[in-house]
Structures are given as C-alpha cells and as structure tokens.
C-alpha cells in the first residue's frame, strides 16, 4: 500500500500531530535553506497553526531542527527499527481489540512501538482510509475495514522491523 506523509514528530517523550508540518517541511527542503535558516521559517510557521506550550517552545524547536535535518539527510523514511502504529477508527469494539491485539503482539515480540489512536473522521480521511478499523504502520495502510488476524499483525510487524 502507498506511504503516507509524516504529520507527527517526537516531542520529548510523546508523538505530536502538527498541522501543515509536511508544508513548511518541504517548502525549506525546496528552498535548500540551511539548518538555521530553516528554523527561522519552520519554527513560526508550525506556531502560527499549532498551540505551543510555552514551557515547550524549546522541546519544539529542537525536535523540528532534529526533523529538518533528518529529511536534508535524505532519510525521510527510515527511522531506524522505530515502529510507528497508527489505529484509525471511532473507538469501537473492533479499534479496541485492534489496540490490545498489538499490545499483546508487542510484549511478545519485546519490542517498542509508538502507538497512535486516531478517532477524528476528517484525521482518518486525511490517512488515505474510508473503512474502519484501520491500521497503518509506518506510513503503509495494512488494512482496512475489517478486524485482522493476530497473526497477520504479528507478520506485519515482523516485516517491518526486518526493514
């Protein structure tokens, strides 16, 4: 299935969704701007569509400086064995089952993952998904519509960390 677009970038300790990051991202990518330059258009643009904590300001402006550099490097797809859940649906019975079975998976595997839960239809949309539950892992939609077999998530995340 097609990769999606980053929308989110490591805070601190949390993934956090950023409104028109990709945008300003690629618009100092096309630019060719150096590092700090970049900052200088990147940070206040995020700002301008983002609440940004002011206690956060610095923990925002290193991630995006640390995010700029990642994709000037050209590795904008690889992040090195890091694991990136997404599970799009309402909240119902399925997305919660979904949420444990990857859970579940995880802890026997002995592996990490950031996990995010999108219950927002225009978000799920914006994923590239119309059915629910979805799950998409780092940035490939696995599967939609439907609930799948534990074993099928474990080969999927399997797949993904042989990557």
Not at 43 to 50: K, T
Not at 98 to 108: A, E, G, K, T
Not at 136 to 141: D, E, Q, R, V, Y
Request: with cysteine; glycine share 6%.
């Amino acid at each position: 299935m097609d990769k999606l677009p980053e929308r989110t970038i490591k805070i601190g300790k949390a993934s956090v969704g950023l409104i028109g990051l990709d945008a300003v991202m690629a618009q100092a990518l096309a630019e060719n701007l150096a590092v700090d330059e970049a900052m200088e258009k990147i940070f206040p643009a995020v700002a301008e569509q983002n609440y940004i904590p002011e206690s956060a300001r610095k923990l925002y402006q290193q991630a995006l400086r640390k995010e700029y550099q990642r994709r000037l490097a050209g590795r904008e797809n690889s992040r090195s064995n890091e694991l990136k859940i997404k599970i799009l649906g309402p909240g119902c019975v399925s997305c919660n089952r979904l949420n444990s079975m990857i859970f579940d998976i995880l802890q026997q595997l002995g592996i990490a993952a950031d996990i995010i839960q999108i219950h927002d239809l225009d978000e799920i949309w914006r994923n590239g998904v119309i059915a629910t539950p979805a799950l998409i892992i780092n940035g490939s939609i696995k599967c939609a519509g439907r609930l799948p077999a534990s074993s099928e998530v474990r080969q999927w995340l399997e797949q993904e960390i042989d990557q």
